[in-house]
Structures are given as structure tokens and as C-alpha cells.
């Protein structure tokens, strides 16, 4: 209740109002939902850093601050300067939680801090404008894009059941809402920042779901990067490593492509862990994927450390590592330590 009301008050700020979101399917949808209701100027974000739009946000200094699907905690320190100057920042994320960003000036809602429960960040934003008497179910099916983007369909069912009464479907992976979100991750994938807001524009415009499926430019693109995940597949059969239960493989692409095809091996893959990595600059960027029983989160926070960046989800991990060698070593070592 309290947050309820507090949450309301934010949103209701007027003035300078910026919004960040994660720029990955659920966040795109995060996005669209909160925009469908409350007016923001956004911009997507790779991931939670934030030393690079702090000292134009302490210029800015905007009314009111929105962070969509960003595991902002994780960069607490630097938050701490955002939470000192600015009146009213508002998280609402869904990764398991570093720490509780909750201030005089912040209101962080996370419901991993409290719960194990996975939901997607467009689940909490849809059952949140639904709270605050926002008129959002006509909007479900955005919702449920982003729950599929984030594979958060089984914490989020009693949504995608309720979506699936008005786009019929046998198997959600294979229904037009999962076909929307791989639209969004193909947009993402190939054009970056840019696909990320088409899609938020498109979502916008969009009036329901077939009309979002139908935009000729989004087909493209997703036919476009099939042909180069076929390309990877392939490589993948012949190259990946395997030991024991784990498959590693090294991505090389000019797309920055290792998180949708690590989610596409883990689906072909379900019993395995996947490990891939990609060159990025000097540094590596890594996608994990495990089978249930495993937290990924913390395994892969633990191997880190001093090397880099990285965290996630349980079932769905990444980093930002500068020494390949270590990690892999960390990385085996720790499976063995927490495999059943
Ligand atoms: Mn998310």
C-alpha cells in the first residue's frame, strides 16, 4: 500500500522526466508499457554502468528518473551520487538484487528481495500501472513479449493465459508473442540502440499485436540475422567445447550476437550449460545458460571477480571479463563445486 501511494506520487512528478531501459526485449516492452501512461524522454541502456550519464544527468538534473530492467544496485557506488542530488528515482528491476536501493529519494521495486519468484520487469511494470488504476490490459500482449523475451513464462503464466484467450496459441514458443519478441532481439541484435527504440516507437504506434508482427523493416532484419545464427549453428556443431556437462563456444561475428545465441543453444540444448564468449575490444563478453538447479547469479559473480563484471539471473548469466583463462578456470572449478 505504502508503496503503492509512493509510487504514484513519483509518477505523477511533472517536469524533466528521463527513463533508461534495458535494451533487450523485455525492457523495450518495460518501456512501451510505462510510456502508454506516463510521458518520459527514453533512451536504452546496454547494461546497468552508469559513470558515463552521470555527470550529464547532475547537469540535467531531471524531476524525475526512471530505470527500466537495469540491475542498477550492482553500481551502487556510482548510484549514491545520482541518489544525493536528484529529487525522485524510481527502479524497477526484476535481477537478483546486490542491494536495496531504497532511500528517501529512491523508490526500488525489486520483488527478488524478497521472493524467489522470476518474474519479467514488463510483468512487474503492467501489474503495477494495473495497481495504480492505469486501463492496461489492452496492453497484455505487450507485456507477454517481453515475459517470453526474459523466459520468465512460468513465474508469469496467469498473464500469458490471460493473452492467450485473445491470440490463441498451442505452444507459447512458437505463438506470435514469442515471434514478436524474437522480432525485437533481431531489431536489437543488427541495429543496437536504434532497433531497440523502432521497436519501442513501433509498440507505441502499434494498436495490437498483428500489427507489430506485420512491419515489413522488422521482418527483414529478423530474416537477415537467422541467416547468420544458421551460420553460427553450424560452427557450433563442429567447434564447441564440452566438458562434462558444459559446451563452450567462441562466437565470431561482427554482431555482438553471444546472448541470443546462447538462449538458442540452451533451448536446443536444455540439459546442458552454455558458455559463450565473444571478442569485444580487449575484453571478453560472455552468455550463460544452465538448466534448473543451478544459480548462475552468484556462480558467475563469484568468478568475477578482479577480472570484470557479471551477473544475472539463475537460470540466464553474463559478463564483461578482460581474462578469458581465469574465468574458464574459475568457471569449471565452480561447477564442480555446486553441481548436485
Ligand atoms: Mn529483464
Redesign the pocket.
Same mark, same amino acid.
Given at each position: 500500500m505504502l508503496i503503492k501511494k509512493r509510487l504514484e506520487r513519483f509518477l505523477e512528478i511533472q517536469g524533466k522526466r528521463m527513463l533508461f531501459y @534495458?535494451q /533487450?526485449a /523485455?525492457?523495450v516492452c518495460s518501456a512501451a508499457l510505462m510510456l502508454k501512461f506516463y510521458p518520459f524522454r527514453a533512451e536504452a541502456r546496454e547494461g546497468p554502468g552508469l559513470s558515463d550519464i552521470i555527470p550529464g544527468l547532475l547537469k540535467e538534473k531531471p524531476d524525475l528518473l526512471c530505470f527500466l530492467?537495469l540491475p542498477i544496485d550492482q553500481e551502487w557506488k556510482d548510484f549514491r551520487k545520482l541518489d544525493s542530488a536528484l529529487q525522485a528515482i524510481l527502479v524497477i528491476d @526484476?535481477h537478483i538484487p546486490e542491494r536495496d536501493l531504497n532511500s528517501e529519494r529512491t523508490l526500488y521495486i525489486n520483488p527478488m528481495l524478497k521472493s524467489q519468484t522470476y518474474q +519479467? +520487469?514488463s510483468y512487474l511494470v503492467f501489474k503495477l500501472l494495473k495497481e495504480l488504476g492505469k486501463p492496461v490490459e489492452p496492453y497484455s500482449w505487450i507485456a507477454c513479449i517481453g515475459i517470453i523475451g /526474459?523466459h520468465a513464462v512460468e513465474g508469469c503464466r496467469e498473464l500469458i493465459e490471460y493473452c492467450r484467450k485473445f491470440w490463441p496459441f498451442e505452444d507459447v514458443w512458437k505463438s506470435g508473442l514469442a515471434r514478436a519478441s524474437e522480432l525485437i532481439s533481431a531489431a536489437i541484435t543488427l541495429k543496437g540502440q536504434r532497433g531497440a527504440k523502432f521497436c519501442l516507437d513501433l509498440l507505441l504506434r502499434s494498436e495490437d499485436l498483428s500489427e507489430f508482427l506485420f512491419d515489413p523493416g522488422l521482418q527483414e532484419w529478423k530474416e537477415r540475422l537467422d541467416r547468420e545464427l544458421e551460420k553460427l549453428e553450424r560452427d557450433f556443431q563442429l567447434k564447441r567445447e564440452e566438458i562434462g556437462n558444459l559446451l563452450l563456444y567462441e562466437i565470431k561475428s561482427d554482431l555482438n550476437i553471444t546472448s541470443l545465441f546462447a538462449s538458442r543453444m540452451a533451448v536446443k540444448n536444455p540439459e546442458r550449460i552454455i558458455l559463450i564468449r565473444q571478442r569485444s575490444d580487449s575484453r571478453w563478453k560472455l552468455s550463460i545458460r544452465a538448466p534448473p538447479g543451478i544459480d548462475l547469479s552468484a556462480l558467475v559473480k563469484s568468478c568475477v571477480k578482479g577480472i570484470g563484471k557479471g551477473g544475472g539471473h539463475r537460470q540466464a548469466a553474463g559478463a564483461t571479463i578482460s581474462d578469458w583463462e581465469v574465468f574458464r578456470k574459475r568457471f569449471i572449478q565452480a561447477l564442480k563445486g555446486s553441481s548436485p
Open positions: @534495458h /533487450d /523485455d525492457g530492467d @526484476h +519479467a +520487469a /526474459d
